[in-house]
C-alpha cells in the first residue's frame, strides 16, 4: 500500500506521482512493436486505489471544512467500489459513514457489503423505485429529516469535485511518464473520471495527449454530452479525446465467456490483476485496437488501472479481503 495515513493533507498531483508508471509485456503488442504501461492506481491502496480516493479527496476536504458533526452518506449497489471505498476512508479517519443501497436487504451480505459493515459502515436498505430518487432535492431533505445532520457525497463520487479531484492522474501521468504521453485509456461509467483526465491533461505542458475512454454501460445516451459538460466545468475545452463504445460486453457488470477467457489469458501473460467490470475491458479495447493496426508501430500507450480489484470476488476470482492488511 503506497498510500500514506494522512493522505488528505497532501496535494492530490503528490498522490498520483506515487502510483508507478509499469509496462506489461502481451505477445501481440510485441508483434505489433507497441509498448502499452499500466499507471498502477490500484497500487495506492486495496480498497481506495485507483479512481476512488481521487473523487473521494475533494469531498472528504469539504466535510471537514464545513460544520457538520454527522454522518457521510453516499449511494451505491451491492458490489458498489465507491461504498467499499468510503466505509475504508471512514473507517482510516474516524468519521461515520451510511450507505444507501439499492433494493432490499438480504439474507447474507455480499462481501463489499460485509467489508463495509465491518469497517463500521451503517447500511440502508431501500427498494429499487425509491433509489431512483437519489438524486431528487426533496428525497435527500427526506434522508436528512430521518438521519439528522448529514453530508452527502453524490453516487460514485460523481459530481465536480470528483471529476476535479481525477484532474490530477493527468499531471501524475506526465511526471512518471519517461516519454512525452500521446495515447491513454481510461474505463468509463459515468464519465466524471474520463472528464477530469481530459481537463487535467489540457492544463498539461506536454499538449497533444489523446484520451481514449471506454464505457462499461451500454445504452448511456448522454455520456458523451455529460463529459463535454463536465469538462467544460473544469474549464476545459473537451478537445482531443472519445469513446470507444463497442466493449462494454452487453452491459455494467456483464461478464461473457470471450471476456473471461480474454482475461485470463492477459492475467496469466502480463501477472497483472484486472477487475471484470473496469479494467479488463479497458484492456481488452487496448488489444482489440492494437490487433486492427490503429496504433503504428513504436507507440507508447498508457492505461490507468481504476482499481475496484475487491469486485473480483462476486465473478469467483481471488482477492485477499483481509482488513487488517487493508486499512
Known amino acids: 500500500m503506497l498510500l500514506p495515513n494522512d493522505w488528505l493533507d497532501y496535494n492530490l498531483s503528490e498522490i498520483a506521482c506515487l502510483a508507478p508508471l509499469q509496462e506489461i509485456h502481451f505477445d501481440l503488442f510485441e508483434q505489433k512493436s507497441v509498448r502499452v504501461f499500466v499507471k498502477r492506481e490500484d497500487l495506492l491502496h486495496p480498497l481506495m486505489g485507483g479512481n476512488k480516493l481521487y473523487k473521494l479527496h475533494g469531498y472528504l476536504k469539504a466535510y471537514l471544512d ?11 449497489g451491492a458490489y458498489s467500489n465507491h461504498v467499499l471505498a468510503l466505509a475504508a476512508a471512514g473507517h482510516l479517519h474516524e468519521i461515520p459513514t451510511i450507505a444507501v443501497i439499492r433494493g432490499e436487504e438480504p439474507d447474507v451480505l455480499s462481501d463489499t457489503l460485509a467489508d463495509a459493515k465491518n469497517l463500521g459502515m451503517q447500511l440502508l436498505f431501500v427498494s429499487r423505485s425509491e433509489y431512483r430518487r437519489r438524486h431528487d432535492a426533496e428525497y435527500l431533505q427526506t434522508l436528512k429529516d430521518k438521519l439528522g445532520d448529514v453530508f452527502f457525497i453524490p453516487e460514485g463520487g460523481s459530481g465536480k469535485l470528483g471529476a476535479q479531484g481525477c484532474m490530477a492522474l493527468a499531471e501524475g501521468i506526465t511526471l512518471s511518464a519517461e516519454f512525452r504521453p500521446e495515447i491513454v485509456f481510461h474505463a468509463c461509467g459515468t464519465g466524471g473520471s474520463l472528464a477530469g483526465l481530459i481537463a487535467g491533461f ?24 455529460d463529459i463535454i459538460r463536465t469538462v467544460q466545468d473544469l474549464g476545459g475545452e473537451s478537445q482531443n479525446w472519445s469513446l470507444l463504445d463497442g466493449y462494454h460486453a452487453g452491459g455494467y457488470a456483464k461478464f461473457p465467456d470471450e471476456l473471461a477467457s480474454f482475461m485470463q489469458e492477459f492475467e496469466q501473460q502480463t501477472r497483472l490483476d484486472l477487475d471484470p467490470v473496469y479494467t479488463a475491458k479497458v484492456m481488452w479495447a487496448i488489444v482489440d485496437q492494437v490487433k486492427q493496426g490503429r496504433f503504428p508501430a513504436g507507440s507508447n500507450i498508457i492505461a490507468v488501472h481504476s482499481g475496484g480489484l475487491q469486485g473480483r470476488r462476486g465473478f469467483g476470482f481471488s482477492f485477499d479481503s483481509h482488513l487488517e492488511k487493508n486499512i
Open 66 to 76: 464545513s460544520d457538520c458533526e454527522g454522518p457521510l452518506v453516499s449511494f451505491g
Open 202 to 225: 489540457e492544463r498539461q505542458p506536454v499538449g497533444g495527449v489523446y484520451t481514449y475512454g471506454v464505457p462499461v454501460l451500454k445504452g448511456h445516451t448522454a455520456l458523451e454530452s
